[in-house]
């Protein structure tokens, strides 16, 4: 009950007339930039982040969350029309999506995909509104010890288990660690591995890291190997509508992807893929119509799509209660807060009630402007899909810039923005994930503050992660799913397969 | 898993530097104060455990590298057989002019040689055309961003007109 009243005001908060206009704003502005092709849901929310930042932080992290919906909505869109996912979540909409628009069907496939996402997003966010206020309760118990374990499997997860190669993906992490060094350290103020350069105490700026890795990454990478290859737009005939054999072939993928998405979103296992793979092999298995599967059937492009929004929702639940981002487009919604001073966690649930079910409520909001505004607008998205590539990454390259400089106009970023970029290039080029390095950066500070104040509490003693029950249940998880792996390697091995060129996340 | 009988010389590197690295921040750290307070461990620790974690990293991938590459690697190796080098000049030059020019420029001018640039560098063949859109896009942003949402961005010389 109480969690609905909390609802409730949160409610009257993401409906004043501002919060819905901004929730609007961001829905639009997410899925104008999210189409683009080659940009992802993180890119185009680290390019967006200094758009919100003349507004209060309630309306910007509610601007904020609207982006990110539009973003995923636009992902999907370019995936289906282009088969150029932005992020690995959406290489089997990419794969089936694209496949179903070869063959005319893309009015459907787009229809599946954001009702689906609706769905999906709704149904996550109820759950993500009735289990919060119980995780919270279980989070305000944790210590210093207890969140330094559960940091420690979500740097487990999100570089060793996750992911093509263990070896590479704790090498993007340890890269994000190191970055994360740089700066005053947060205990004793000294500065570490500045050197010497004034601009570097205060660490480097995560919509720095984020827009190099991803947007000059990006271009540098599509510049010097991709340019050849021309992009072929599947066209949108007919009705964008689906017929009655379509819905029911697509209700039940749609809470199958679901029930998978928001559990592996939910646990710091970072990112949507494996439930997007699942959803896949699940519908594949139960279709009537197996022999339309690797030619477009809609049941593959439903249920991977709901998985990936349901996990996409299922993300903010560590985030919010804990604090703790597991995808790289989470590490940028955490940035987003802390640009307000604010540490998402269980306290925030407590001193800024207002601000977080006002976040919780404008999702719900976020999700029905998403299917009024995206299905009837699917034209203006389309024809953005068709701006020749020069001008493409020309634009992209003048936001990115403006992001970097605009921190605190200097020149400074922009080198930094630029020796990233050559970093993502590399790191695109050998097939080194991303996603480790943002979350490495961000987490690794958190990592170390809760370590040295555990020690402080046990007086040195380091037998203290493992003699606290919770924190030595997780412990004893990490331990797990390093030795257990089984399930990510075949999905992993699946990935190798199915697509055959790195895609970051 | 596509075993690749030569040696890449990018991977060896890419392992070198990460050993590299990672050695660089363990010397470093012993530079750094050690002061340990109330929470008995001190800066040094996790800089230490990072530069180390960093290194072993390195030694893996350069381990793989000499014993049959990289594991698990996607196989375009089309995409990679033929790199377009001057892109990557030109895309690079572009930053680097944008990053000398934005300061006494101005935003609008450095942004409409970036488009120019970029747009050269991705093969656009009409410098003209793109100078026109560059330069109409970067007005709108620099109003856009200074007037609407109170960003401070360099005018530049433009700004005394």
Not at chain 1, 22 to 50: S, Y
Request: charged share 10%; aromatic share 10%.
């Amino acid at each position: 009950m109480e969690t609905f009243y909390a609802l409730l005001s949160g409610f009257s908060v993401a409906l004043t007339l501002q919060n819905l206009l901004l929730g609007f704003v961001g829905v639009t502005l997410g899925t104008a930039v999210g189409v683009l092709p080659g940009v992802g849901p993180a890119l185009t929310m680290a390019l967006l982040l200094p758009a919100t930042a003349s507004v209060d932080p309630t309306g910007a992290l509610i601007m904020f969350a609207g982006i990110y919906y539009g973003a995923m909505f636009g992902g999907s869109t370019t995936s289906i029309l282009l088969n150029t996912p932005g992020e690995s979540s959406t290489i089997v909409t990419a794969m089936e999506g694209n496949l179903m628009a070869k063959r005319g069907r893309a009015g459907a496939a787009l229809a599946t995909s954001a009702i689906g996402s609706f769905v999906a997003g709704t149904i996550a966010t109820v759950l993500l509104t009735f289990a919060a206020p119980f995780v919270v309760d279980v989070a305000l118990k944790f210590g210093p010890t207890e969140y330094f374990a559960v940091m420690v499997l979500a740097f487990t997860t999100v570089s060793a288990v996750l992911g093509a190669s263990p070896a590479r993906g704790m090498a993007s992490l340890f890269l994000g660690l190191t970055i994360g060094l740089i700066g005053l350290d947060s205990q004793t103020g000294q500065a570490r591995f500045t050197l010497g350069i004034p601009e570097l105490l205060d660490g480097l700026d995560v919509v720095v890291v984020a827009v190099g890795l991803f947007a000059v990454g990006e271009t540098l990478y599509v510049a010097t190997f991709l340019n050849r290859n021309a992009d072929t737009i599947e066209q949108v005939k007919g009705s964008i509508w689906m017929d009655r054999a379509d819905w029911k072939r697509s209700w039940k993928p749609w809470l199958r992807g679901t029930a998978l998405g928001f559990p592996f979103g939910c646990i710091p296992a970072g990112g949507a893929e494996i439930p997007t793979f699942l959803s896949y092999g699940i519908e594949k298995k139960l279709t009537r119509h197996p022999e339309e599967f690797g030619k477009g059937a809609i049941e593959g492009v439903a249920g991977p799509e709901a998985a990936n929004n349901a996990s996409a929702s299922g993300t903010l639940m560590p985030l919010l209660t804990l604090g703790l981002p597991t995808t790289a487009t989470a590490a940028i919604i955490l940035a987003a807060f802390q640009q307000y001073g604010l540490q998402p966690g269980p306290l925030l649930f407590d001193t800024q009630p207002e601000l977080v079910w006002g976040l919780i409520a404008s999702m719900y909001v976020g999700n029905v402007i998403l299917l009024l505004l995206n299905l009837p607008l699917v034209g203006v998205w389309v024809k953005l899909l068709s701006i020749p590539r020069p001008l493409l990454y020309a634009g992209i390259l003048i936001f990115a810039t403006l992001g970097a400089y605009g921190l605190r106009n200097s020149w400074f970023d922009l080198a930094l923005l630029y020796g990233i970029g050559v970093m993502g290039f590399l790191m695109r080029r050998y097939d080194i994930p991303v996603a480790p390095v943002l979350v490495g950066m961000i987490l690794g500070p958190l990592a170390e503050q809760q370590f040295r104040r555990a020690l402080a509490i046990s007086q040195g003693e380091l037998s203290i992660f493992v003699t606290q029950p919770i924190s030595a249940t997780v412990l004893a998880i990490t331990a797990l799913v390093v030795i257990v792996p089984p399930i990510w390697r075949r999905v992993a091995r699946m990935r190798a397969a199915a697509i055959g060129h790195p895609i970051h996340n | 898993m596509n075993a690749r009988m030569k040696l890449n010389p990018g991977e060896l590197l890419i392992s070198l530097a990460l050993i590299a690295l990672g050695s660089f921040v363990v010397v470093d750290t012993s530079a750094i104060t050690e002061t340990q307070g109330y929470g008995q461990v001190g800066p040094r620790l996790f800089p230490y455990l990072i530069g180390a974690g960093m290194s072993v990293c390195g030694a893996w991938l350069g381990w793989q590298a000499i014993s049959g590459g990289w594991r698990n690697m996607p196989s375009d190796e089309g995409d990679h057989s033929s790199p377009d080098w001057p892109a990557f000049a030109i895309v690079s030059a572009a930053i680097v002019l944008h990053m000398v020019l934005i300061g006494w420029a101005g935003f609008i001018i450095a942004s409409a040689l970036l488009f120019t640039l970029i747009a050269r560098a991705f093969g656009s063949r009409r410098s003209g055309r793109d100078l026109a859109i560059g330069a109409v896009l970067s007005t709108a942003v620099f109003f856009l961003f200074t007037y609407g949402l109170s960003m401070s961005l360099p005018a530049g010389f433009l700004g005394g007109v």
